[in-house]
């Protein structure tokens, strides 16, 4: 199944993406958000190969995210999979579109952030507003989203969160979240609607 | 941790399970994930009351489990917040007809880790809400919009909260009184040594004997000034003064709850608020309701917070009303039904 | 005295006016000579109940006023015995029909003050017997004819006599019992830092972070002997060897109460309970009641006492008989009457 | 009255008294005693100037000391000064055996010493011994006996007070207390059977 592709290709993604992501969060916080991404996205790969899933495998990927997954991501990714396996199995078709934007908003109620303040959101909402969007090449567009998203978090002051602390020093470098979540959708791109746009770290928009 | 006096594997593990066989009556302890709850509750009670936070501000929040305060918990580790797993299974053994209101100290982890155990719950058809504790002056005026802290005022807002819903209010009322007993809260805290370092066996960090760090937390970090100790009868009407003019307009009936950080006596909690109450005398308040002890600490830390309460009509008597926990006192209150 | 949160004139004087007016529902105050009173008691106990001692071991005694456990206090200075007025004043004020009892920490100047109140006591007709506590096991070979302090037990043995005296037992039969509870009782403690010196700010002696003070009493005195601080897995199974060799022979129940010394956490007593308790268990005892706080501290010392009591016919149910006090736990009680 | 001529005696012998007595405490507690007892005499000399007494005063010495003066001593002195006073009230021709034996007795129950202990009852208990003994010069012979025992004290290790903590450190020296009571019965027999006997400060059995 396709769920299944797009979560394989982010664990690799990740895996290749560690120390890109470790460096992003020792400029801003505590160094760990490579760490804990690849750490859960590993369970969940274990998880999916132990019980021989065939389905998108999001729903291991919440359930992973939410209960084992430490640091202020790992729950929020969590929230994100939960919506996007449930939408998924509501409907595949408009399963992308709506579970992306119910993550977005589960993850604002959660994290009482805004877009602009330097957060995983300032990927994900981007993202989600070209799901949503009719017309074509919506999956490579919600990356390409993404990754400007991401990338344009190197020039925000965090109001949440750790990186709060650092004030301006973390200026300059993006925010990991939001490039975590850039990936994520990269590769969605790139199962969905291939050949792959340029990765996000490799292209600073 | 190595603490002296704490086992070095899962400390927070250990005191939890003394904890739980000390209150067997009282309370149930369940591991994994680690919550607790208490045995019984006013049977017209239908929405579930829960709480939690980090670990080393005992009594809170174990301590406060039982009829008429808590109906679970979720403890983290030292100075931590509880994961969102322990957090959604004191929720749904708490959860009444009415569903589950949340009481979270202002911490973004707190918050975070709460809101993902709410998202979870609504998932389940378990209705949420939650009451944002955010007491503390010294953050009042932070840059960032992470606000005031969530320090001493969680007791009066969990003791409140519990007789409220112990009348069987439902959870949109609860929430909006939770709201309103926060909002006229505020608390500030002084420290004249800091807590232990589990690392070192010092003080977390130095402060030379005549001076005060104004303006402490419950996390034994730092407060914003570090000022020349005044002498007790300065100290304490500019305490008074900068809390006053915080607080929101209301009633002049007033709480006043003066709660140790930890290594403070009761000699000196109990000066202290007979200088406090005279001082509020003076001005011409009226001190209804008090509460004096070490309830919200920050490990071992010396020094105090002095928290004001208004008193809108009605509250007094929830405040009085019985609660039967491991460390509500039960002194002034009329006997358990 | 000048402890950072201490008025510099009176503190003592401060903090009683503080806690009488925290408490007034339960205790009234008088200041010359200073004494205090519960408000309320049992209508059948006919003989008083009045202890006292220094102060800096609060909630010790004021604290354990009221109904269900003491009639009358008098606290001296910190650490200082009241005077033999201020013991005949409460004593005066709590002799019911049957007489007044004294509860007496065994230490010289408590003894001697409380002896002369019973001299004056007698001479104005008032029967008066002494029970006198002497639980501390560091202090049991002793050259001196002094014997063991008086320490976490007195705890014990005043809820224990509380709940025997509202039966109505007579002042003899009363004196009796607390003689047994006392024999069946003795504690132990340790400490990782002293209490802070009023002068300097800092601890009052020196202990190594490596180290412990072994056998400390409650008045921040050295122990006889300081060692290597052995993990609390070593340190907790030899203060169990050392109080069960050391209690008389009894019933196998027991009641254990793990009493901080002033800045411990509830983290660290609770983990602590746990582990004694475990231990006991494996031992094959019962430990049927427990008590866990701070509840005779020295000042702010780091460190704890364990008290083991083995339990006779009938005193378990005297344990959980109702006090309405300021400071005994309420949790597990039936409701008052 | 007779009584109260004892007690003016004593008020004027403890004053010149006092830095003898500070000595010894000092040897062997924290040298207090001679502070608290002069204060307090001091104390009840302006009481009974005061009310203008014409009993024996003995009443007011044993309030006094019982309700204001510090020190182990002290309230033990107000003992046995409010057991003489009653004695003396009942019968004072066996007023002063009895209220000795009165005030020994109540030394003992409360201060839980034995003779020997070296305490005030090393001087307090042979002097009531002399007193209760039939015959001529009892109370020439109570006070020799007390002084005798105050001096006794040199040569016993304390078991009971401040001293006991001092051990083998106050031998050689009296015990203040004890010779506190010495002076008290040498007042009384050169008050009730002059001339003076020899001082007990005076002269070392
Ligand atoms: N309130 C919030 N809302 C959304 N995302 C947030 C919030 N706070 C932090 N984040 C995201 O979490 C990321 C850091 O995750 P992680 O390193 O796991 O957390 P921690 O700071 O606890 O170590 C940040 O880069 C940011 O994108
Ligand atoms: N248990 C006791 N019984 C009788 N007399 C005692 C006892 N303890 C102390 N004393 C007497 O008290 C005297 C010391 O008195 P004082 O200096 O006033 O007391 P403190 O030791 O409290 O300073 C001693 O010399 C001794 O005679
Ligand atoms: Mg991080
Ligand atoms: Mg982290
Ligand atoms: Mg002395
Ligand atoms: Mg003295």
Chains 1, 4 share one sequence.
Not at chain 2, 131 to 145: H, P, Y
Not at chain 2, 181 to 202: E, I, K, N
Not at chain 2, 210 to 220: D, F, M, S
Request: a negative charge.
């Amino acid at each position: 199944m396709t769920g299944s592709s797009v979560l394989r290709r982010y664990v690799a993604a990740v895996a290749e993406a560690h120390a890109e992501l470790t460096r992003l969060d020792q400029a801003s916080g505590d160094g760990d958000f490579g760490d804990n991404l690849r750490a859960g996205l590993e369970r969940v790969a274990r998880e999916l190969d132990a019980t021989g899933s065939t389905g998108h495998g999001f729903e291991v990927a919440g359930r992973v995210f939410l209960d084992e997954v430490g640091g202020t991501s790992g729950p929020l990714f969590g929230l994100l999979f939960s919506e996007i396996a449930r939408a998924l199995d509501h409907d595949p078709a408009t399963g992308w579109a709506e579970g992306t934007a119910a993550g977005l908003a589960a993850i604002r109620r959660v994290g009482e952030a805004e877009p602009g303040d330097r957060t995983l959101l300032d990927a994900l909402a981007p993202a989600s507003a070209e799901l949503a969007r009719p017309g074509e090449g919506a999956f490579r567009r919600a990356a390409r989203a993404a990754a400007a998203g991401a990338h344009a978090t190197a020039t925000m002051r965090a109001r949440q969160g750790r990186a709060s602390y650092v004030g301006a020093r973390a200026l300059g470098v993006p925010d990991p979240g939001a490039m975590g979540i850039a990936l994520l959708f990269w590769c969605l791109a790139a199962v969905q609607d291939p050949p792959a746009p340029p990765s996000p770290l490799a292209h600073p928009t | 941790m190595s603490r002296p006096f704490l086992p070095g594997a899962d400390p927070v593990g250990a005191a939890l399970r003394g904890f739980a066989r000390a209150h067997a009556g009282l309370v149930e302890l369940s591991e994994d994930p680690v919550h607790l709850r208490a045995r019984e509750r006013d049977p017209r009670r239908s929405v579930g009351l829960v709480s939690g936070g980090g670990s080393g501000h005992e009594p809170l929040h174990a301590g406060f489990l039982g009829r008429g305060m808590l109906d679970a918990v979720a403890p983290g580790q030292v100075f931590a917040s509880p994961h969102n797993r322990q957090v959604l299974h004191a929720s749904r053994a708490a959860a009444g007809s009415g569903g589950v209101l949340h009481v979270v100290k202002n911490y973004t982890g707190d918050r975070i880790n709460f809101g993902i155990a709410a998202e979870r719950l609504r998932h389940e058809g378990i209705e949420v809400r939650r009451v944002l504790v955010d007491d503390d002056l010294a953050t009042d005026s932070e840059q960032t919009a992470t606000g005031r802290r969530g320090t001493g005022a969680t007791v009066v807002v969990e003791k409140l909260l519990g007789a409220a819903a112990d009348e069987g209010r439902g959870l949109d009322e609860l929430a909006d009184l939770g709201a309103a007993f926060a909002a006229a809260s505020r608390s500030l805290a002084v420290a004249a040594r800091a807590q232990t370092s589990p690392h070192t066996g010092s003080p977390a960090f130095d402060l030379g004997p005549a001076e005060l760090e104004y303006g402490v937390g419950i996390h034994g970090e730092r407060a914003a000034k570090t000022v020349d100790r005044p002498p007790l009868e300065e100290l304490l009407p500019r305490m008074v003064d900068e809390l006053l003019a915080a607080l929101p307009p209301g009633p002049d009936d007033l709480l006043v709850l003066v709660n140790g950080l930890g290594a403070t006596t009761q000699l000196e909690l109990y000066a202290i608020f007979e200088r406090v109450a005279a001082d509020l005398d003076a001005r011409g308040l009226d001190i209804r309701e008090s509460l004096v002890g070490t309830f919200v600490p920050a490990l071992d830390m010396a020094g105090f917070s002095l928290t004001l309460t208004r008193l809108h009509d009605g509250w007094s008597q929830w405040w009085r009303a019985p609660a039967r926990t491991p460390a509500f006192p039960c002194q002034d209150q009329e006997a358990i039904r």
